[in-house]
């Protein structure tokens, strides 16, 4: 029932930097936990950051803190995923993710995902 858009893929050199944007309706906004997750080729989908529904508590996969930051603007109904200092294993389709259970929003278990954005960072 909740329908997410992605946005904000694309192209860049190693240390470069991106934006990824995700958006759904007010009412699911409001009330869900929203994260990302991405799936490089021949690899599994793995998690990568999420926020709770408030956007005071965030969580960090090990290969992205320190360079990404997680946040969520409730005027402009939008979560983002600030992408710093990209390096070539960052390459995947990113997903965003809602689920209304804090905890499966950071375990791999969200109930509902974007159709993806691609970020390839080149060498």
């Known amino acids: 029932q909740v329908q997410l858009v992605e946005s904000g893929g694309g192209l860049v050199q190693a240390g470069g930097s991106l934006t990824l944007s995700c958006t759904t309706s007010r009412r699911a906004f409001s009330r869900y936990h929203l994260g990302w997750y991405r799936q490089a080729p021949g690899k599994e989908r793995e998690f990568v950051a999420a926020?709770?529904?408030?956007?005071?508590?965030?969580w960090y996969a090990d290969s992205a803190k320190g360079r990404f930051t997680i946040s969520r603007d409730n005027a402009k109904i939008t979560m983002s995923l600030q992408m710093n200092n990209l390096k070539p294993e960052d390459t995947a389709v990113y997903y965003c993710?809602?689920?209304?259970?804090?905890?499966?929003?950071?375990?791999?278990?969200?109930?509902?995902w974007g159709q993806g954005t691609q970020v390839t960072v080149s060498s």
């Open positions: 926020v709770n529904w408030s956007g005071i508590a965030t």
């Open positions: 993710a809602a689920d209304q259970t804090e905890w499966n929003i950071r375990t791999g278990a969200p109930d509902y």
